[in-house]
């Protein structure tokens, strides 16, 4: 992700809370028409052939004749004009338009209402969540024969629509009475009894799946072969007497039937050693479809005291886990001879201290060579036990040689290989021949050099090539980093001028995106825009090859939540705190691909703004603590991505599409001229109803958007709903029944401002809303791909869930209730 000033790199998709544009919002004047209303993105449909045009008047350019019955989406309006955008076909490609419509030819489409239907099914039996009345039919219109408590079990056979003919049993005076009539499934849920046991293994029997509930009329989620354990602490029995086990598999919850699995045999024994005889793995649990917790190369020593079944419980390189006890031999260990009068010996070369006198064994350090040991027994494999910073295991005898023995050796004289890493040369530094300040200097290293260390002495030299010699630097003058730096040769598209033009053709682009694609099954709305990169391009100066790469790298290929739902190709706008709610929202793909050109060629393409650190992708270097180091740190990379990689994964992109023509770029004239900055876009963000958030400190709100008169101010703890957030950071809100403005949240820190309670997001392309929380009923509704919803809120505060499915209760725009899966709605930005 960005730091703050800076445009966010994203992938992932959040809901409210958000990252950093390269101009700061809070300096700009803003202003907004009175009479303009933001719109949600309402369909209408045009009621005759009717002009679009660039603005809301007869006055206006006609852009475009929209035929009748043509479907479009309004999201803004003012008087009875309404600003919408037309998607429509041409030449196979889709064109969308963006203008201006007149209100008398159009009319809103509602979807049609649902049909209700009645269902008959086998006798359940479910539980109220609330006290709910037990009425005379289907409906809140008929009789109410008497009132079921909250946590009452009650069965069925029958449904119409979301309303449930039931059979409610209780006492009265001794006797036992049953009741018979209609309830709303709204609050009930299937009954469940639940009741935890100490624990045990157990195994599968046979293949077997997985549920997302104790009910097989359900989806399963996965299938698993036979011989796949685990640890059981939790026994279910479903409405139907069945019995189920509550498992955890990758993370989830889930239920399997209980005939489906046998109660494996544990065994503890004396701490005894097995060796690989072959590679095999380390699994998190008892069985080979659970994840890899590492390998075990042939070979490998192990120790173990308890066997599941046919696994062996081990802890292996850190990691406690499972290993299959056929892919093992016992191995005993060499006999030991204790040295009672050891002398010194020193490492003759660079050794391992292993675990066991074995080559396969665990590696617990490396020894460099010149390093005093003292040896406590000697093993009858020819062997070493040796205690080295404070760990005890053995090196080989070959490695080692009586110190008496060997000629005198200094002390600060060894040397030892050091792993692979960059660092950063944190002052003029000299190269020495030796490592000794005394020595010759081979050359100056200047301030903010990368290095790659060879090696490293035992008195804090490191091992360097620079400049085309090898010699010594002192390490207290180098810092380990992170480095986007190409460490060589900088002919590559990282370090091209990107103000000057590319050969790519708008067909490499288009087959670049068709590529991934066809690839991941998905559709990019980058699809057939490799025209409007090259004349974009060529408009403001920038090459269009690197446009490309950089919306498709910032986008995931023109699939990512915030390029889908909001236009926004570049993730513009975003703060890493609530990167998709406070990211801008373009009215289309052409406008932002537009706008983020003459943006970067205004700022970071422009040798007289802040933002220029050299006109090409360049890289930043930053240390393991994730702060930059500027002198290592250069071109758009430097202020525009927190990532050191960042131009690196961009000039791959431009790779892939179009290979790097050297002789071409060193002929290329660059495009000085500077454009015009653009304004923030307009564009806003509608919440759904009823959207609570909790003041986390006092807020100045206002009377109008752009107006700072400070008409009221709401102090921390203060309970109020977010109606609207506009692209320049102002959040419209209403308190006590009235509607005020504000653009006191920062949103590069928004949870020290505001706290969402019950936002949602849809995370796929279609969610079913049912009546009830189960996928029996027929849906209701349907929301599609990031929808924001209302979650109902519980008395207490929390989300109304039914934790044992996973559903939450949300309420539609039309007042109507229904429950979704909450494996597809995002929340957890929320505190």
């Known amino acids: 992700m960005k730091e703050f000033g800076k445009i966010v790199l994203l992938s992932t998709s959040l809901v409210f809370s958000g990252a950093i544009t390269p101009l700061s919002p809070y300096s700009l004047d803003k202003a907004e028409a009175a009479s303009t209303l933001k719109l949600a993105n309402i369909s209408f449909q045009t009621t005759a052939n009717v002009n679009l045009r660039t603005g809301p008047s007869t006055k206006n350019k006609v852009v475009i004749t929209i035929p009748k019955a043509k479907t479009i989406t309004a999201f803004e309006q003012t008087g009875n004009w309404f600003k919408v955008s037309y998607r429509y076909s041409s030449k196979g490609k889709t064109v969308t338009k963006t203008g201006w419509v007149s209100g008398s030819y159009i009319k809103k489409i509602t979807p049609p209402s649902p049909k209700i239907t009645t269902v008959k099914?086998?006798?359940?039996?479910?539980?109220?969540?609330?006290?709910?009345?037990?009425?005379?039919?289907?409906?809140?219109?008929?009789?109410?024969?008497?009132?079921?408590?909250?946590?009452?079990?009650?069965?069925?056979?029958?449904r119409t629509g979301t309303w449930y003919k039931v059979v409610y049993t209780y006492t009265t005076k001794g006797k036992a009475v049953k009741a018979t009539g209609w309830v709303s499934g709204t609050y009930l849920k299937e009954y469940y009894k639940t009741s935890n046991f100490t624990g045990a293994y157990y195994f599968t029997n046979k293949s077997v799946s997985l549920y997302p509930s104790a009910d097989t009329k359900k989806k399963a989620v996965y299938s698993l072969a036979s011989g796949n354990g685990f640890f059981i602490t939790c026994k279910v029995v479903n409405s139907l007497s069945e019995t189920w086990y509550k498992v955890s598999y990758n993370g989830k919850t889930l239920y399997l039937n209980s005939r489906d699995v046998t109660k494996a045999t544990v065994q503890s024994f004396t701490a005894a050693n097995y060796q690989a005889n072959k590679d095999t793995y380390l699994?998190?649990?008892v069985g080979k479809a659970f994840s890899k917790a590492g390998q075990i190369p042939k070979g490998t020593i192990i120790s173990t005291s308890k066997k599941v079944g046919d696994w062996y419980v081990i802890k292996y390189n850190g990691k406690s886990g499972y290993a299959d006890s056929k892919d093992f031999s016992k191995y005993s260990l060499p006999t030991e001879e204790n040295l009672n009068e050891a002398g010194d010996y020193l490492a003759i070369t660079d050794g391992v201290l292993r675990v066991y006198p074995?080559?396969?064994?665990?590696?617990?350090?490396?020894?460099?060579?010149?390093?005093?040991?003292?040896?406590?027994?000697?093993?009858?494999?020819?062997?070493?036990?040796?205690?080295?910073?404070?760990?005890?295991?053995?090196?080989?005898?070959?490695?080692?040689?009586?110190?008496e023995d060997l000629p005198p050796v200094k002390e600060d004289s060894s040397e030892a290989p050091i792993a692979k890493a960059t660092y950063v040369i944190l002052a003029e530094l000299n190269l020495r021949e030796s490592n000794d300040t005394a020595s010759k200097s081979l050359d100056v290293i200047p301030k903010g050099t990368i290095v790659t260390p060879a090696s490293l002495t035992s008195d804090g030299w490191y091992k360097v090539s620079y400049?085309?010699?090898?010699?010594?630097?002192?390490?207290?003058?180098l810092q380990q980093v992170i480095t986007g730096d190409s460490m060589g040769t900088r002919d590559s598209y990282q370090f091209i001028d990107l103000r000057t033009q590319s050969s790519v053709t708008p067909s490499q682009i288009d087959n670049y995106i068709a590529s991934y694609e066809k690839t991941s099954g998905k559709t990019s709305?980058?699809?057939?825009?490799?025209?409007?990169?090259?004349?974009?391009?060529?408009?403001?100066?920038?090459?269009?090859?690197?446009?490309?790469?950089?919306?498709?790298?910032?986008?995931?290929?023109?699939?990512?939540?915030?390029?889908?739902a909001k236009n926004n190709l570049f993730g513009f706008g975003a703060y890493d705190a609530a990167p998709f709610m406070s990211a801008y929202r373009f009215?289309?793909?052409?406008?932002?691909?537009?706008?983020?050109?003459?943006?970067?060629?205004?700022?970071?393409?422009?040798?007289?703004?802040?933002?220029?650190?050299?006109?090409?992708?360049?890289?930043?270097?930053?240390?393991?603590?994730?702060?930059?180091?500027?002198?290592?740190?250069?071109?758009?990379?430097?202020?525009?991505?927190?990532?050191?990689?960042?131009?690196?994964?961009?000039?791959q992109h431009m790779e892939n599409i179009l290979q790097y023509d050297k002789n071409f770029y060193a002929k290329a004239s660059k495009d000085t001229t500077i454009p015009t900055r653009p304004a923030i876009p307009?564009?806003?963000?509608?919440?759904?109803?009823?959207?609570?958030?909790?003041?986390?400190?006092?807020?100045?709100?206002?009377?109008?958007?752009?107006?700072?008169?400070?008409?009221?101010?709401?102090?921390?703890?203060?309970?109020?709903?977010?109606?609207?957030?506009?692209?320049?950071?102002?959040?419209?809100?209403?308190?006590d029944g009235k509607e005020y403005w504000t653009d006191d949240i920062k949103f590069s820190s928004y949870a020290n401002y505001l706290s969402v309670q019950n936002l949602g997001r849809v995370t796929t392309a279609k969610l079913n809303v049912r009546p009830v929380a189960t996928t029996n009923n027929t849906p209701i509704a349907t929301l599609s791909l990031n929808d924001l919803v209302q979650i109902v809120l519980k008395k207490d505060g929390t989300l109304t869930m039914d934790s044992t499915r996973g559903w939450y209760q949300i309420v539609l725009a039309n007042g109507t209730t229904g429950w979704v899966s909450a494996s597809y709605v995002y929340t957890k930005d929320f505190k």
């Not at 709910?132 to 039919?137: D, E, K």
């Not at 400049?467 to 003058?477: E, H, R």
């Not at 090859?545 to 990512?560: K, R, W």
Request: hydrophobic share 35%.
């Open 467 to 477: 400049n085309g010699k090898t010699g010594y630097v002192f390490g207290n003058y």
């Open 358 to 403: 074995d080559d396969s064994s665990n590696l617990l350090s490396t020894i460099p060579k010149g390093t005093k040991l003292s040896p406590s027994a000697k093993t009858s494999n020819g062997w070493f036990k040796v205690t080295y910073n404070g760990m005890t295991g053995y090196i080989k005898e070959s490695s080692i040689q009586m110190a």
């Open 121 to 158: 099914f086998n006798q359940t039996t479910y539980q109220t969540t609330e006290s709910l009345n037990l009425r005379s039919g289907a409906g809140a219109k008929y009789k109410v024969l008497r009132t079921i408590p909250k946590g009452k079990t009650i069965t069925s056979t029958e």
């Open 283 to 285: 699994y998190t649990s």
């Open 682 to 735: 307009m564009g806003s963000d509608v919440f759904p109803s009823n959207i609570l958030a909790i003041a986390q400190s006092n807020l100045v709100l206002d009377s109008k958007k752009g107006i700072n008169d400070a008409v009221k101010t709401i102090s921390k703890g203060t309970s109020f709903f977010v109606l609207e957030k506009t692209n320049d950071y102002w959040l419209r809100v209403r308190v």
């Open 525 to 564: 709305i980058l699809h057939g825009k490799g025209q409007v990169f090259i004349e974009t391009g060529k408009e403001y100066g920038v090459n269009a090859l690197y446009l490309a790469a950089h919306a498709i790298h910032e986008s995931a290929f023109g699939t990512s939540a915030i390029s889908i």
């Open 587 to 651: 009215a289309s793909v052409d406008l932002c691909i537009d706008y983020i050109a003459r943006e970067i060629k205004a700022t970071y393409l422009n040798p007289t703004n802040w933002k220029y650190n050299g006109a090409y992708l360049g890289f930043s270097t930053k240390t393991l603590s994730n702060t930059r180091i500027d002198e290592a740190s250069e071109g758009m990379n430097f202020y525009y991505a927190s990532d050191p990689n960042w131009g690196k994964a961009i000039a």
